[in-house]
Structures are given as structure tokens and as C-alpha cells.
T-cell receptor, first 114, second 109 residues
Framework: EADIYQTPRYLVIGTGKKITLECSQTMGHDKMYWYQQDPGMELHLIHYSYGVNSTEKGDLSSESTVSRIRTEHFPLTLESARPSHTSQYLC?????????????FGEGSWLTVV | GQQLNQSPQSMFIQEGEDVSMNCTSSSIFNTWLWYKQDPGEGPVLLIALYKAGELTSNGRLTAQFGITRKDSFLNISASIPSDVGIYFCAGRRAEKLVFGKGTKLTVNP
């Protein structure tokens, strides 16, 4: 069972607002990820991190930014939200051993920008 | 880029029937993962496969890692209404995880 938490679960904000989606895991996993998923569609990797102070962009270009100051925390920030950012954002983590081939997901944050 | 072809896209079955879905790729993966996602929730890991030819079960679920390392299937036996959801396969190569487009399963009681 994975212990990875995302807040907020649901958020409706106005265009131009700054928003930070929080993600925390209590498993001590080195690797963390952010995926973006539109309803009923596949997941696309937008950011990942191999450890503290490591962040990389994923396969899908995103205007969001991330930081990894602590192992357990991997927040995602949108400086100026737009309606095109409306989507579900899923945080995930994995350990660095062989089981690191397995990725565990949080419950997701549904963002609606109006 | 790497792509996974997951089929079928959707299935409508009667409770008690068995279900089979699969993923294929032109690329080799060293891990295959199967997830189930309920509406509004994150994907939940069902089965992880780490080696070619591996056959693994989790209750009524059985999944296999293809010998060529380019495919995997998931079977669900004796389906029940709570099996409803979207099932995703994912193949891992190095640090990247590639997802299929999902199979939407509907179970009629």
C-alpha cells in the first residue's frame, strides 16, 4: 500500500491566479513524478525528480514548475493559470531499488481554471 | 517516441464473465505494470511484472509479461460489478514509464 498524498483534491480557480499543488509521500522514495491526465485519456509525464534538488521535465511540455527541497515533498506550481491548464494532475513516487520499477500514485488533484 | 497499443478500448460484459485485455509495443520494456483507475481517483497498482515470461496472479487477476518483452496481457476471471473502471498498462524502460490509452470496463449485473 502506497502512502502518497495530494492536496487539494479539487480546485476551481480564476484565470491568472497562482496555484501550488502539494504532494507528499511518507515512504522515503527517492523518485517522484507528476503526470497530467485529461478525463478518460492516458497519463503524460510532465515532471520528475530523482532526489533532493533534482528536477527534470517530462515528455509532455508543461508551463508548470516543480521543486524538490525535501525527499518527501514535490510541489507543482502554476504561476498564472489558464483554462488550458484544466486537467487532473497525478503525483507518483517510486523507490530506488528493483521495486523502483513500480510507481505508486496519489489520488490526484482535479484543477479547473475558469 | 515509445507507444503502447492497448486493446480493446472498451468492453461491456455480464457479471461472471472472464475478461482479457492486452498491450503491445514495438519497443522492449523491462517492466510491465497494470493499473486500475476509478473515476476521479489516481491509478492503483494491480500487478507488476519484472521478467519476460513471468505469470503473476492477484486474486482473480492474472497478468503475463510476454516472452518478447514487447507485450503483456491481463485477465480478470469471474467479473463482478466493482471491477468497473479503466485499466491501464504501463511499460517501463530506464526511468520512463509509458502508459497505454486504457481499457474501459463495464460490468452489467
Amino acid at each position: 500500500e502506497a502512502d502518497i498524498y495530494q492536496t487539494p483534491r479539487y480546485l476551481v480557480i480564476g484565470t491568472g491566479k497562482k496555484i501550488t499543488l502539494e504532494c507528499s509521500q511518507t515512504m522515503g522514495h527517492d523518485k517522484m513524478y507528476w503526470y497530467q491526465q485529461d478525463p478518460g485519456m492516458e497519463l503524460h509525464l510532465i515532471h520528475y525528480s530523482y532526489g533532493v534538488n533534482s528536477t527534470e521535465k517530462g515528455d509532455l511540455s508543461s508551463e508548470s514548475t516543480v521543486s524538490r527541497i525535501r525527499t518527501e515533498h514535490f510541489p507543482l506550481t502554476l504561476e498564472s493559470a489558464r483554462p488550458s491548464h484544466t486537467s487532473q494532475y497525478l503525483c507518483a513516487s517510486s523507490p530506488s531499488d528493483r521495486a523502483g520499477n513500480t510507481i505508486y500514485f496519489g489520488e490526484g488533484s482535479w484543477l479547473t481554471v475558469v | 517516441g515509445q507507444q503502447l497499443n492497448q486493446s480493446p478500448q472498451s468492453m461491456f460484459i455480464q457479471e461472471g464473465e472472464d475478461v482479457s485485455m492486452n498491450c503491445t509495443s514495438s519497443s522492449i520494456f523491462n517492466t510491465w505494470l497494470w493499473y486500475k483507475q476509478d473515476p476521479g481517483e489516481g491509478p492503483v497498482l494491480l500487478i507488476a511484472l519484472y521478467k519476460a515470461g513471468e505469470l503473476t496472479s492477484n486474486g482473480r487477476l492474472t497478468a503475463q509479461f510476454g516472452i518478447t518483452r514487447k507485450d503483456s496481457f491481463l485477465n480478470i476471471s469471474a467479473s463482478i460489478p466493482s471491477d468497473v473502471g479503466i485499466y491501464f498498462c504501463a511499460g517501463r524502460r530506464a526511468e520512463k514509464l509509458v502508459f497505454g490509452k486504457g481499457t474501459k470496463l463495464t460490468v452489467n449485473p
